[in-house]
């Protein structure tokens, strides 16, 4: 058996009905030109050959004197995590996206491995959707996206086995060891490390500490001012998508001299601060935003490897430029202390820094004093085309995890020349989530419009009907808008 680290063990014991603790991805796929009606019954024949699975596949969750283990399922289904579904007619985005909120919703049987994967099919001119999720305390969102990558392929006539019969590396039981230390070994592993994790707990306090006082361009716990989400969530979900052109986004960034990263922050502070006020919601202190930073670069260890910094949205700022700016002067001072700090003690300052979260959700303080306002996180996809069973993918969407006090979750992944931007919010808590494509969308024109720069015209919007064609390449400027009502 493989204990848990004390990072995976949280995302199991802080998982509840109303939060589930699971992340996803939705992919959209062509078949290859010239295949009949019975490619996605051929293509699931395909994957029955295959009714055993490999780790981290194989893998449930056991609780065994108060921690936390993997242990292999001896009665592994595959029936039961791969499922074949149609969308109702007439098989719009809007139906692929509205199936989605309800699923990912829904909590997975710890009896079980915790993963599932859907073939979605019913899109217009044949295509067709796979939505896999996964439980946060067996993957992190990074990981996911690379396990994801790798086990597609990369031209269309290879085939490769599906998913749960791959091998992978970098996940909890693909550390080359047979079994795992447990509690008492744990913790001589984190004296041993006492040297780094020591100074990040203490630095992830000072942070709380004098948040009231500091001054400075850095974000810290407790300077978020209350808003609409951060209050306590129900399970059902809402999810809208949208891709945009990475070209333009890159083209932002180099006149103004921000990074891709940060300008995809302030094209979701544009954007929040655009539905708030469309509400009459807008606080007069600015959103402050959780990102979080992957470090699987610095080890090859599986599991959740993540620290994280807090950055200032700015969305008490109306001009897009002067928002950026303070974007930017946010995250680069975060990212300077980052940088400074060992693996281990990055990873001791982010959880040291909003340690007090759990206690504001359980005592219900975390509405009025949030550490911070939402997660936007921006997670790293494939270059390539890449296919599946020939197929290929044309989109890719993450789906992640809103919780009680922070109803709202922003997850920006990237495929081939693009950014695809996913919403996913409490359906009651949020309302309205389908504008924020809109948004969004007025949130780029913006940012464009204030540094003078002239978009072609096949990176503008383009409203779709369902027998519109589509791009025969995954880097279409923009896709069509998605939204899930």
């Avoid at 283990?69 to 499922?83: C, N, S």
């Avoid at 936007?376 to 296919?387: E, H, Q």
Wanted: hydrophobic fraction near 40%; charge should be positive; aromatic fraction near 6%.
């Amino acid at each position: 058996m493989q204990a848990l680290s004390p990072t995976d063990s949280a995302f199991l014991w802080m998982e509840t009905r109303n939060q589930p603790m699971h992340v996803a991805g939705l992919n959209i796929h062509t078949p290859p030109p010239g295949t009949g009606s019975d490619f996605i019954h051929k293509m699931l024949a395909a994957w029955s050959k295959y009714p055993q699975a490999v780790a981290p596949f194989n893998l449930r969750p056991v609780l065994r004197m108060g921690v936390w283990y993997w242990e292999e399922d001896q009665e592994f289904e595959l029936d039961y995590h791969l499922r074949h579904v149609a969308l109702p007619q007439p098989g719009r985005i809007r139906e692929l996206l509205a199936m989605v909120s309800r699923i990912h919703g829904n909590l997975m049987d710890r009896n079980r491995p915790l993963w599932e994967t859907y073939v979605i099919e019913g899109l217009p001119g044949g295509r067709f959707a796979t939505y896999t999720k996964m439980h946060h305390a067996l993957i992190d969102g990074v990981t996911g996206a690379k396990m994801t990558a790798q086990g597609l392929s990369r031209t269309q006539d290879e085939d490769k086995p599906p998913l749960w019969a791959q091998t992978f590396l970098h996940h909890p039981a693909g550390r080359g060891r047979t079994s795992a230390p447990g509690l008492l070994q744990q913790l001589k592993n984190a004296a041993r490390a006492g040297r780094e994790i020591l100074p990040g707990i203490g630095s992830g306090l000072w942070d709380i500490a004098r948040a009231t006082y500091a001054e400075g361009a850095a974000a810290l716990p407790f300077q978020a001012p209350p808003t609409p989400f951060n209050v306590e969530i129900s399970g059902s979900r809402r999810f809208a998508s949208q891709s945009y052109s990475l070209a333009r986004l890159k083209r932002i960034g180099e006149a103004s001299g921000a990074t891709v990263n940060d300008v995809t922050l302030a094209i979701c502070g544009g954007a929040l601060r655009e539905y708030l006020l469309a509400q009459n919601k807008l606080p007069k202190k600015p959103l402050v935003a959780m990102v979080p930073v992957s470090l699987h670069g610095e080890t090859n260890v599986g599991g959740n490897q993540v620290s994280l910094l807090l950055a200032n949205l700015a969305t008490n700022i109306a001009d897009p430029l002067k928002r950026l700016k303070k974007i930017v002067a946010s995250t680069s001072e975060a990212k300077e202390r980052l940088t400074k700090m060992p693996r281990l003690q990055k990873m001791a300052h982010g959880i040291a820094s909003i340690s007090p979260f759990g206690a504001g959700m359980v005592m219900g303080t975390a509405e009025k004093h949030p550490l911070f306002n939402l997660v936007i996180s921006n997670v790293p996809g494939p270059k390539d085309t890449l296919y599946l069973n020939g197929a290929r993918l044309d989109e890719i969407y993450p789906v992640s995890i809103p919780t009680h006090y922070l109803a709202l979750n922003i997850t920006i992944s990237g495929y081939g020349d693009n950014l695809g931007f996913g919403y996913i919010a409490c359906r009651r808590s949020v309302p309205g989530l389908q504008r924020m494509l809109d948004y969004t969308h007025n949130a780029i024109n913006a940012l464009e419009n204030a540094l003078g720069l002239v978009v072609p015209p096949v990176t503008q919007r383009r409203q779709a009907t369902p027998n519109q064609p589509v791009p025969n390449k995954p880097a279409s400027k923009r896709r069509n808008s998605k939204s899930a009502t």
